[in-house]
């Protein structure tokens, strides 16, 4: 089992920056990937990044590339997002999530806990 909490988030001018944190307790840090997901109203929830449980390998969706960069804190059992030039079309609750293995993933379905989520809001 592993908690999963988030922190970070809060409202934001476009073209602003946010850091999104998120802590996780329990089991080994280093057995999960992780990613990063997102679910404006209204919406699926939507994959953001994603890192492999070694940190080496890194995925993000298209719309985000080059704006955010995932990464994790092993001594500190973190996993980080890092936003800049943020878009009004970036609000939506963000949540953390951890799948067992070490691979990169896009699919929900795929990852085994989940975080509470974070509300970022980006005004125009």
């Known amino acids: 089992q592993v908690q999963l909490v988030e922190s970070g988030g809060g409202l934001v001018q476009a073209g602003g920056s946010l850091r999104l944190s998120c802590a996780a307790s329990?089991?080994?840090?280093?057995?999960?990937?992780m990613g990063w997901f997102r679910q404006a109203p209204g919406k699926e929830r939507d994959f953001v990044a994603s890192?492999?449980?070694?940190?080496?390998?890194?995925h993000y969706k298209d719309s985000v590339k080059g704006r955010f960069t995932i990464s994790r804190d092993t001594a500190r059992n973190t996993l980080n997002l890092q936003m800049k030039s943020l878009k009004p079309e970036d609000t939506a609750v963000y949540y953390c999530?951890?799948?067992?293995?070490?691979?990169?993933?896009?699919?929900?379905?795929?990852?085994?806990?989940w975080g509470q989520g974070t509300q970022v809001t980006v005004s125009s």
């Open positions: 999530a951890a799948r067992i293995g070490p691979a990169v993933a896009t699919a929900p379905g795929l990852y085994n806990y």
């Open positions: 890192i492999s449980w070694s940190g080496g390998t890194t």
């Open positions: 329990g089991r080994t840090f280093n057995n999960y990937a």
